[in-house]
């Protein structure tokens, strides 16, 4: 079995870039919401996505898509994946896009009490517990001091910072589900197949049944769509699947806290969106929550092979 690397210059690059794609995909959404819903853009880009993916995966991987050694699994982490975007696309409606990527990327922290509750191997460290904690304490500073804005505005961002919590939950939720199913063993192609294709048949009816399938094909309807569906939904996550085969996970995990940063730049910029002092206080102990969290796979033992 192919020893992962530690990270190289190549790497690094590659995850700069990455992170910066991942935190302009929220504002881009909002952005192009007066053209076309976040909810119905993110539903078109799962379903054509899925198509682009179900063509590149070999002939091997796609008969076993269909099999009930794995289908039962890929339909669980697919509805989870559907949720998810869900929430991503409603949060969008009532709060900031920079709020949105914040709230979502608290996932590694739930992912980890989750394979704590259910892995003997995952049983979280003191110095994770601490990074917890931390994190947990920066949500609360972000949800409770805040301005003293309108109060219908104040409830309105209240409620879609919730919302893109929950997000963040049931992304951990679909993270612990694939390490917990068969999927583990699955190819990352099969695994996003699932998550694509679920997206696309659960949000496609919804966006229709809530009044949000209307699309204005403009030109910046048409880019954020071309931009989510190749760059985005198919390129970007292919690439982090090979990252993850060649380089050590607990490497890769420490640049997540770069994608809200990303975010709430471009939020500031391209949006125009203003963030409040307590988020911005409470972004940075979600951050630091998180980034201690994935340090701990720096300091496992180090009788670790590591390919120079």
Same mark, same amino acid.
């Given at each position: 079995?192919?020893?992962?690397?530690?990270?190289?210059?190549?790497?690094?690059?590659?995850?700069?870039?990455?992170?910066?794609?991942?935190?302009?995909?929220?504002?881009?959404?909002?952005?192009?919401?007066?053209?076309?819903?976040?909810?119905?853009?993110?539903?078109?880009?799962?379903?054509?996505?899925?198509?682009?993916?179900?063509?590149?995966?070999?002939?091997?991987?796609?008969?076993?898509?269909?099999?009930?050694?794995?289908?039962?699994?890929?339909?669980?982490?697919?509805?989870?994946?559907?949720?998810?975007?869900?929430?991503?696309?409603?949060?969008?409606?009532? /709060?900031?896009? =920079?709020?949105?990527?914040?709230?979502?990327? !608290?996932?590694? %922290?739930?992912? *980890?009490?989750? +394979?704590? $509750?259910?892995?003997?191997?995952?049983?979280?460290?003191?110095?994770?517990?601490?990074?917890?904690?931390?994190?947990?304490?920066?949500?609360?500073?972000?949800?409770?001091?805040?301005?003293?804005?309108?109060?219908?505005?104040?409830?309105?961002?209240?409620?879609?910072?919730?919302?893109?919590?929950?997000?963040?939950?049931?992304?951990?939720?679909?993270?612990?589900?694939?390490?917990?199913?068969?999927?583990?063993?699955?190819?990352?192609?099969?695994?996003?197949?699932?998550?694509?294709?679920?997206?696309?048949?659960?949000?496609?009816?919804?966006?229709?049944?809530?009044?949000?399938?209307?699309?204005?094909? /403009?030109?910046? =309807?048409?880019?954020?769509?071309?931009?989510? !569906?190749?760059? %985005?939904?198919? *390129?970007?996550? +292919?690439? $982090?699947?090979?990252?993850?085969?060649?380089?050590?996970?607990?490497?890769?995990?420490?640049?997540?806290?770069?994608?809200?940063?990303?975010?709430?730049?471009?939020?500031?910029?391209?949006?125009?969106?203003?963030?409040?002092?307590?988020?911005?206080?409470?972004?940075?102990?979600?951050?630091?929550?998180?980034?201690?969290?994935?340090?701990?796979?720096?300091?496992?033992?180090?009788?670790?092979?590591?390919?120079?």
């Amino acid at each position: 079995m192919e020893q992962r690397k530690a990270l190289d210059a190549q790497a690094s690059l590659i995850m700069f870039v990455l992170c910066l794609l991942w935190g302009l995909q929220q504002v881009v959404l909002k952005l192009a919401a007066p053209d076309i819903s976040a909810l119905m853009q993110i539903a078109l880009r799962s379903a054509l996505s899925a198509l682009m993916v179900y063509l590149l995966i070999q002939a091997g991987v796609r008969r076993q898509l269909w099999s009930r050694s794995y289908l039962p699994a890929g339909l669980l982490v697919g509805v989870l994946f559907a949720l998810e975007f869900y929430l991503v696309a409603e949060a969008l409606r009532y /709060t900031s896009a =920079s709020h949105t990527i914040v709230l979502l990327y !608290t996932a590694p %922290i739930f992912v *980890a009490l989750g +394979l704590h $509750w259910k892995l003997p191997s995952e049983h979280l460290s003191p110095l994770q517990w601490g990074g917890i904690l931390v994190a947990f304490s920066g949500i609360v500073v972000s949800f409770l001091f805040r301005s003293h804005t309108g109060q219908a505005m104040q409830a309105s961002m209240l409620w879609g910072d919730l919302l893109a919590l929950m997000a963040g939950i049931f992304w951990a939720a679909t993270t612990v589900s694939v390490r917990l199913t068969r999927l583990a063993e699955a190819p990352a192609t099969q695994t996003l197949f699932y998550q694509l294709l679920m997206g696309g048949m659960v949000l496609l009816p919804l966006a229709w049944m809530t009044g949000q399938a209307t699309v204005n094909w /403009t030109t910046l =309807s048409i880019s954020s769509l071309i931009f989510h !569906t190749v760059v %985005i939904s198919f *390129a970007s996550y +292919l690439i $982090w699947f090979w990252m993850l085969k060649k380089y050590l996970a607990s490497r890769l995990g420490v640049f997540s806290f770069l994608t809200p940063v990303f975010g709430m730049i471009f939020g500031i910029v391209l949006l125009d969106e203003e963030i409040e002092m307590n988020f911005i206080i409470g972004t940075i102990m979600v951050m630091l929550g998180v980034v201690l969290v994935s340090l701990q796979g720096w300091l496992k033992p180090k009788n670790i092979k590591v390919v120079p």
